[in-house]
């Protein structure tokens, strides 16, 4: 039997390097300020979609989507994000959290 939080583990991991090492480029620097949230987003997917293929693979692609600001997309399994409005997000020190959203166009990050 193979552990899958370990597994897991192992590919955020590796998705981290990868996305850090793109963000390095001037023309991804954006990807470092949502690198954290992507990872997280890894973990979300794997704990609310054990067993649903088709709910996790709309799931994960829906990341695409809510970092370029767009909350409701065309998946059947999965519609719109689960979270509320976004526009007075703070920190744990209750500093405003400004977005920077991604440019889903191609070539433009």
Not at 47 to 74: V, Y
Request: include cysteine; hydrophobic fraction near 40%; proline fraction near 2%.
């Amino acid at each position: 039997m193979f552990n899958i939080s370990l597994i897991l583990g192992i590919l955020v991991k590796a998705w981290k390097k990868k996305l850090a090492a793109l963000s390095l480029k001037s023309k991804h620097r954006i990807l470092a300020k949502w690198i954290k949230s992507i990872c997280n987003h890894m973990y979300w997917v794997v704990d609310t979609t054990e067993h649903q293929t088709k709910l996790r693979e709309s799931k994960w692609l829906s990341i695409i989507d809510h970092i370029a600001n767009e909350h409701t997309f065309g998946y059947p399994e999965f519609s719109s994000c689960e979270h509320g409005l976004l526009d007075n997000l703070v920190d744990d020190n209750g500093k405003h959290i400004q977005r920077i959203w991604i440019n889903k166009d191609p070539g433009v990050c």
